[in-house]
């Protein structure tokens, strides 16, 4: 019922730019928290980005200064603006949100398929 897309993935260069887009579509009545996590090959997947339905963001230690994250209420988007990659961003990046698909159901976490970006030096 409920999908999350992500776009703007790819292949850059060290100091270069991303900007990841994650638009949710199908039957749900609400969605609060939305974020972006990353695995990197033989690591765990870790958090790199938060944004609440007030604005509160929160970012790893790791992105912090250089990564911003937002949304678009109206598109049921969340952006992910990826500044001055490093190759240990090299990951993929999957797109989370928390949706509630039908007034009878709780709040369930939905992730997106991943996004492969990956840095060169």
């Known amino acids: 019922q409920v999908q999350l897309v992500e776009s703007g993935g790819g292949l850059v260069q060290a100091g270069g730019s991303l900007r990841l887009s994650c638009a949710a579509s199908?039957?749900?009545?609400?969605?609060?928290?939305m974020g972006w996590y990353r695995q990197a090959p033989g690591k765990q997947r870790e958090l790199v980005a938060v944004?609440?339905?007030?604005?509160?963001?929160d970012y790893a230690d790791s992105v912090k200064g250089r990564f911003t994250i937002s949304r678009d209420n109206a598109k049921n988007t969340v952006y992910l603006q990826m500044n001055s990659l490093k190759p240990e961003d090299t990951a993929v990046y999957y797109c989370?949100?928390?949706?509630?698909?039908?007034?009878?159901?709780?709040?369930?976490?939905?992730w997106g398929q991943g996004t492969q970006v990956t840095v060169s030096s």
């Open positions: 989370n949100a928390n949706v509630r698909a039908s007034i009878i159901y709780r709040y369930t976490n939905y």
């Open positions: 199908g039957t749900f009545v609400g969605i609060n928290a």
């Open positions: 944004i609440t339905v007030g604005g509160i963001t």
